[in-house]
């Protein structure tokens, strides 16, 4: 069956207070829009319609070419922003699926129940209803059923009587529609007191002329929580988070303290690693498995191997491979790599910088814009001083060598394999391999012995 999905995103959002549109207010790092839209694509619907309004330029320089755009210039109801839809859509045919940018927290596995729901009654009924059952009626419309138990009608919670008032099953806003039955009977929807034409009034017309309205009925109100303000925005979050610890931690991941651990959607952790409390986890970020992961660390849009230990550290855009070991008090900056084995202890900062294998760099130091190889000894206070005031210029330090404590190293410079500097050296030339250079500016004062020439022939 032919599916197209139409997402209503117009509104003002004056109650959010903001010049940025409400559907690009961020959820978990990610625009709240973005929560809907994985929903459409997993439903093999082909792209999905938006409907824009307010800020619809932001909107779009967010979402380029991901979606087909429908512009409502006049606010004037849900029925008039999915008509609207109609020469998007209308070709298509098949089932045509409605829901709202700001409910982010509906699982597509409802909105799969639900096509499935209306398309095994597709003969019979012209459209299905998302209705929850629950006390507190948050606003949401009733589901009016006859005595039989069939849907009669939606009627908002501000004209609904008193005994319309005490229905618990509510409506949720979210539709499937036999597409050849919507398009006309758009166009007959009544103008509302208010000057507006609702969609929900696509219910009574479909038992006004016998025909059976259908409702999916689920048990999790979080779901269908709309976001209108800042407040329910926070709310949103915290459901949103608690869903991705418990996913985590079902796949084998332990949070020690899920409440004060914030981890984003769409990071990947490995079995059997550990995320301690008040950790951050953001961005496309990808952690092996039997890692250590914080207290009191960020990591964003790292890749961090197996083995790994992160404590009170920020890692930003980096790259560590396995069994390394971070902080407390470290920086990994944009374009920092730390091969297997690597230490860096507190208060060090590594930019767009690579550390080679078994590598130890033990504190208060700054590497960047450095090639550093395997087996170096950092000392305490070593800093590349990598910018010249217009350039950046970079360090290259061979594999085996030991820098001094507060050794500085004027890039452009190259640190020959094996050789040494003694503490407080600022570096300015070359370092040949297998020497000791010390002093201010350093100079060489231990070469290695030279192979002793061949006997002449005799």
């Not at 209705?131 to 039989?148: C, E, I, Y």
């Not at 950046?392 to 085996?400: G, M, N």
């Given at each position: 069956?032919?599916?197209?999905?139409?997402?209503?995103?117009?509104?003002?959002?004056?109650?959010?207070?903001?010049?940025?549109?409400?559907?690009?207010?961020?959820?978990?790092?990610?625009?709240?829009?973005?929560?809907?839209?994985?929903?459409?694509?997993?439903?093999?619907?082909?792209?999905?319609?938006?409907?824009?309004?307010?800020?619809?330029?932001?909107?779009?320089?967010?979402?380029?070419?991901?979606?087909?755009?429908?512009?409502?210039?006049?606010?004037?109801?849900?029925?008039?922003?999915?008509?609207?839809?109609?020469?998007?859509?209308?070709?298509?045919?098949?089932?045509?699926?409605?829901?709202?940018?700001?409910?982010?927290?509906?699982?597509?596995?409802?909105?799969?129940?639900?096509?499935?729901?209306?398309?095994?009654?597709?003969?019979?009924?012209?459209?299905?209803?998302?209705?929850?059952?629950?006390?507190?009626?948050?606003?949401?419309?009733?589901?009016?059923?006859?005595?039989?138990?069939?849907?009669q009608a939606i009627v908002e919670e501000?004209?609904?009587?008193?005994?319309?008032?005490?229905?618990?099953?509510?409506?949720?806003?979210?539709?499937?529609?036999?597409?050849?039955?919507?398009?006309?009977?758009?166009?007959?929807?009544?103008?509302?007191?208010?000057?507006?034409?609702?969609?929900?009034?696509?219910?009574?017309?479909?038992?006004?002329?016998?025909?059976?309205?259908?409702?999916?009925?689920?048990?999790?109100?979080?779901?269908?929580?709309?976001?209108?303000?800042?407040?329910?925005?926070?709310?949103?979050?915290?459901?949103?988070?608690?869903?991705?610890?418990?996913?985590?931690?079902?796949?084998?991941?332990?949070?020690?303290?899920?409440?004060?651990?914030?981890?984003?959607?769409?990071?990947?952790?490995?079995?059997?690693?550990?995320?301690?409390?008040?950790?951050?986890?953001?961005?496309?970020?990808?952690?092996?498995?039997?890692?250590?992961?914080?207290?009191?660390?960020?990591?964003?849009?790292?890749?961090?191997?197996?083995?790994?230990?992160?404590?009170?550290?920020?890692?930003?855009?980096?790259?560590?491979?396995?069994?390394?070991?971070?902080?407390?008090?470290?920086?990994?900056?944009?374009?920092?790599?730390?091969?297997?084995?690597?230490?860096?202890?507190?208060f060090g900062e590594v930019k767009a910088?690579?550390?080679?294998?078994?590598?130890?760099?033990?504190?208060?130091?700054?590497?960047?814009?450095?090639?550093?190889?395997?087996?170096?000894?950092?000392?305490?206070?070593?800093?590349?001083?990598?910018?010249?005031?217009?350039?950046?210029?970079?360090?290259?330090?061979?594999?085996?060598?030991?820098?001094?404590?507060?050794?500085?190293?004027?890039a452009p410079v190259r640190v020959g394999?094996?050789?040494?500097?003694?503490?407080?050296?600022?570096?300015?030339?070359?370092?040949?391999?297998?020497?000791?250079?010390?002093?201010?500016?350093?100079?060489?004062?231990?070469?290695?012995?030279?192979?002793?020439?061949?006997?002449?022939?005799?």
């Open positions: 069956m032919q599916l197209s999905v139409i997402i209503l995103a117009a509104g003002q959002s004056t109650r959010m207070r903001s010049s940025r549109p409400k559907i690009l207010h961020p959820l978990v790092g990610r625009p709240m829009i973005r929560y809907g839209l994985d929903a459409a694509r997993a439903l093999d619907a082909g792209r999905p319609i938006l409907v824009i309004g307010h800020g619809a330029e932001q909107v779009r320089a967010e979402l380029g070419d991901e979606v087909e755009y429908v512009y409502q210039a006049q606010r004037l109801g849900t029925g008039h922003a999915v008509l609207q839809a109609r020469p998007a859509a209308e070709p298509r045919g098949g089932t045509v699926l409605v829901y709202y940018g700001d409910m982010p927290l509906l699982r597509t596995e409802t909105l799969v129940a639900l096509v499935r729901s209306h398309e095994r009654e597709h003969g019979h009924s012209p459209l299905t209803l998302l209705s929850v059952v629950s006390p507190d009626s948050m606003g949401f419309g009733r589901v009016v059923r006859d005595g039989a138990g069939r849907v501000a004209v609904a009587t008193e005994e319309q008032r005490r229905i618990r099953e509510l409506n949720c806003g979210v539709y499937c529609f036999k597409s050849e039955w919507l398009w006309p009977h758009l166009e007959r929807i009544p103008l509302s007191p208010k000057g507006e034409y609702y969609l929900t009034d696509l219910v009574e017309l479909a038992a006004q002329e016998g025909c059976p309205v259908s409702a999916w009925t689920i048990e999790d109100v979080a779901e269908v929580q709309g976001i209108n303000d800042r407040v329910h925005l926070a709310q949103a979050e915290r459901a949103m988070r608690r869903r991705i610890a418990e996913n985590l931690m079902r796949a084998g991941v332990t949070l020690i303290d899920p409440q004060t651990t914030y981890i984003e959607a769409g990071v990947e952790i490995g079995q059997d690693s550990v995320v301690y409390p008040n950790t951050h986890i953001q961005g496309a970020t990808r952690i092996g498995a039997n890692c250590q992961i914080g207290p009191n660390s960020i990591v964003r849009d790292a890749t961090i191997g197996d083995r790994c230990k992160v404590l009170a550290s920020v890692v930003e855009s980096a790259i560590l491979e396995e069994d390394v070991d971070l902080g407390p008090f470290g920086h990994l900056r944009k374009g920092a790599h730390l091969a297997a084995g690597v230490h860096m202890g507190n910088s690579y550390l080679g294998a078994g590598t130890k760099m033990g504190h208060f130091s700054y590497l960047g814009d450095a090639q550093v190889g395997k087996n170096v000894n950092i000392g305490a206070g070593t800093i590349t001083c990598n910018f010249d005031g217009e350039r950046k210029h970079k360090t290259v330090i061979e594999d085996d060598v030991f820098i001094g404590s507060d050794t500085l190293l004027r394999a094996g050789a040494k500097t003694g503490a407080g050296a600022v570096v300015t030339h070359d370092v040949p391999a297998g020497s000791v250079a010390v002093g201010v500016p350093a100079r060489v004062v231990s070469r290695p012995a030279e192979p002793p020439e061949p006997d002449a022939a005799e």
